[in-house]
């Protein structure tokens, strides 16, 4: 059955879209898998309702989010209901957008802040231009005050790499992020945080590149690329496999396959760098030294990240959980081959570590997806020395840059008002 959404102010009705609910708690600052999670099963509850009005989905929504425990978010949702103005926004190119806290929020956590001081600044500022009566702010006077207030309320590390950030997000230059691990460490889950985290659209699998590939190359011809990685050696050509070391044999296969795949994977990276757009290319063939092949001119900033459970019971329950949410998956299958993968990501973390690559355990998602930003935010604050006003400052004009870093709080008072 369909449910339909009434507005009785409008008189009209709308059906709900589960995909229009996600994005209005993305906005309000709920990450994507919760956000998505709440809005199936709010569209779950409504399965036999026919018709809902806007005020009773609402707060059917409300009351989740407060079940969860997201009070912050709670309140960002519900706020087009209660503010009187919108504070308008506009970017550099001149494009005016209406101030969200959710994406504020969402800007701070890519520069490095966890969420707790993420929320606890964006609703500062906000509260502040509320008072103040300010009713439009460009991106750089933003950021501007931003950072002052960080650096006055939160800290000083925090303000710096909230300017780092913005710096890159100013100068145009793409990100290569790439993520490898063996089966089960998270490398989507991950991926899939961090691109909605730092805005990126074009993310892409290894897996799917093999199976591309597979399409192309039948069975006969390339055996190799037709095994899953951990069991690639078996198709090694027989000789003195049954006298060599099994780890030895697993790297090996692996890399014979790992080999193939560099091919298409160089491909999207020179693509990503050629068009200046940022990229995450995730999976088990994500190795560090692919960067290399990266072009030598590119300005890119490339970053590549290993996961890892160092766990074996872990990893196991890792392994299990793939087969519920993915049932095609099989995970008996792969707790059969258990001790291969366990080798293969031996080899992997080895490899990593030969390339100085970042190795990080991924046992708690979030803690894993705030170690990925800090490492992307370290390597961008290799070559950066700069200070706000030559971030923010080329473009902040009359009192702000006049007034220098004073106190936050009353430089908002010189914004625009009613």
Known sequence: MKTYVISSSENTGMPFLRGILTRSLLDAGLAFPEAFELATAVRNELSDVAEISV??????????????????VQELYLSP???PFKILVTSLSGSLSTFSRGRHQRYLEASGLNTEEAEQTTATIYDQMLAAGVTSISTCQLGYLTYLCLDQEIGGKQARQYLVWSEFQRSERPLLLLIGGTVGTGKS?????????????RTQSTDMLREVMRMMLPKRLLPVLHTSSFDAWKTLPTGDNNERDREELIAEGFRSQAELLSVPCEAVLQRAVRESVPLILEGVHALPELLKRAPKSSDAIMVHVTL???????????????SIEAPKRRAKRYLNKFDSIWRLQSFLLSEADRCDAAIIQNEDKEKAVNQVITTVNQELARNFSGGPLEVFGNVVHGPLSEAGEADWRQLVSLLPGL
């Open 308 to 322: 890892a459970v160092l766990k074996p019971k872990k990893l196991k329950a890792r392994l299990r959980g793939r």
């Open 189 to 201: 889950t991950v991926a899939t945080e961090i691109a909605h985290r730092f805005e990126i659209v």
């Open 55 to 72: 005020s009773d989905l609402r707060e059917m929504v409300s009351q989740r989010l407060e079940d969860a425990e997201k009070s912050f």
């Open 81 to 83: 209901l209660n503010t």
